[in-house]
């Protein structure tokens, strides 16, 4: 893969407030016009602490009175190579985490939710409806209610960013690929060997389904793994279950890494078809930085941090080896040492969805689920962790971070006492169609994140 040019690592993300007026105003439209839609919105909002304009996969509009154009205006964007029907013009904001706008279709306006799972969506609403499309196919659908020209559909989606039925005959494949990834060895004496043994794993599968398919299969094993080891997801998982949504309202999935393996991590995610967006990292002196990749077919982001040096923020940090040892850990390096690669053994240090960002504050207090401060709070993006779930460390790790002076022999007891901060879940709000984070209270997060300050922080 090509490294970054200055330009690109240098972007920032935009805000688009016109954009999200003119979404907002249409969905506001269609649940005055479709009271089944309408129902279910205040429903996500009592029961999942959830938007309902979240769960849009896409929106369907009719044509005419400059349509078009306007959307154009507002910064979209024609996407000529996604599969559709035809008569139905496909229209995204490449810039902004907000849905596809199709044109055309006639008078209907259509809204298509994304369940994680769209038996689930059925099952749970009782209506006795059956999809279209074959299970674990690409992509299957629903007519969910028509209510005179507002129609809400279901749409599922396993790897692919078209709008017509693809029968691709890999159904069988996907199911041994899925399989294997639920499945996968992740414990290992030697990092080096677990993370060749995970990127055969994913080699493999690339010759057997297309990217977008792996890339789907690897992150629903991913979440699962996750949500086993940390109490607010499995709380939070159930709530949206009540209503069949799973975690279709995902925002991005992240990983930590030691130094030595970064580079591994990303090219098995490049592997899975894979891009690298932005580099991050919050000012010379944070000590640490990450590299964000997104999925040109599966709208799903990773974010990965590693311990870095001032000097090394101007490097290729996800592509070239880094040239020395870290004489101390920081608190992405530390956490790795405690539990081990994110991408082995610990999994994912937190999953970040899409929420009603005080409303979930309220709603988990009756689950005795704390929400710690939040390290953003804009109009346009907020972010709070919950509180850190505790794992237990094997001794192991800690004799070794000891005999190389990466922890006190008071913190090695408290360690291996009382565990340390494993996993989290975000709590996060997106306004103004902006797509990207905030780099510097990301910082402050991660430093009151740390395992050597877990007592004091409370975390």
């Not at 105003?25 to 009592?46: H, I, P, Q, W, Y």
């Not at 944070?286 to 599966?298: D, F, N, R, T, V």
Request: aromatic share 12%; proline share 3%; glycine share 8%.
């Amino acid at each position: 893969m090509a490294k970054k040019t200055k330009e690109e690592k240098d972007f920032e993300w935009k805000t688009h407030p016109d954009l999200e007026k003119f979404v907002n105003e249409r969905v506001s439209a269609f649940l005055t016009g479709n009271g089944f839609a309408r129902k279910l919105s205040e429903r996500m909002l009592d029961e999942t602490s959830t938007r309902f304009v979240d769960w849009i996969d896409h929106m369907v509009i009719p044509e005419g009175n400059g349509t078009e154009e306007t959307l154009r205006k507002l910064g979209l964007v024609e996407m000529k190579d996604v599969e559709k029907p035809d008569g139905l013009v496909v229209f995204k904001h490449k810039a902004s985490y907000l849905f596809p706008i199709l044109v055309g279709g006639g008078k209907n306006t259509v809204i298509a939710l994304k369940p994680e799972n769209i038996d689930d969506f059925i099952q749970a609403l009782g209506l006795g409806i059956k999809p279209e499309g074959e299970p674990f196919s690409h992509i299957r659908y629903a007519s969910i209610n028509k209510s005179g020209n507002f129609i809400l559909n279901a749409i599922e989606r396993r790897g692919f960013n078209g709008y017509i039925e693809k029968n691709s005959g890999d159904v069988k494949e996907y199911l041994s690929v899925l399989s294997s990834f639920f499945c996968r060895k992740r414990y290992f004496e030697d990092d080096k060997e677990g993370l060749g043994y995970t990127e055969d794993l994913v080699l493999e599968a690339t010759k057997r389904l297309d990217s977008g398919r792996v890339a789907d299969a690897f992150f629903r094993s991913e979440r699962a793994y996750w949500q086993r080891k940390n109490r607010s997801g499995q709380i939070q998982k159930e709530r949206q279950d009540r209503l069949g949504l799973g975690w279709g309202n995902h925002d991005h999935h992240t990983y930590r890494s030691s130094r030595d393996n970064f580079r591994h991590m990303i090219t098995l995610f490049e592997t899975m078809g894979y891009e690298c967006r932005e580099k991050y990292y919050a000012g010379e002196d944070a000590g640490w930085g990450a590299q964000i990749l997104e999925h040109p077919i599966c709208d799903i982001v990773v974010f990965t941090d590693v311990d870095l040096d001032a000097d090394e923020t101007r490097l290729d940090f996800p592509h070239e080896k880094f040239r020395k040892k870290p004489k101390k850990l920081g608190t992405v390096g530390l956490w790795v040492g405690l539990h081990g690669e994110s991408i082995l053994q610990a999994g994912m240090h937190h999953l970040e969805a899409r929420f009603v960002f005080e409303k979930l504050k309220e709603d988990l207090k009756e689950y005795n689920v704390d929400v710690m401060p939040p390290f953003s709070y804009f109009d346009f993006l907020k972010q709070a962790f919950t509180r850190g779930e505790f794992w237990k460390v094997d001794k192991s790790r800690l004799d070794s971070l000891l005999s190389k002076r990466y922890i006190t022999m008071q913190q090695y007891d408290e360690f291996l006492s009382k565990g340390a901060i494993g996993s989290h879940m975000e709590n996060l709000e997106r306004d103004q169609g902006f797509k990207g984070f905030n780099k510097a209270s990301v910082t402050n997060i991660i430093l009151k994140t740390d395992p050597r300050r877990q007592n004091a922080s409370g975390a």
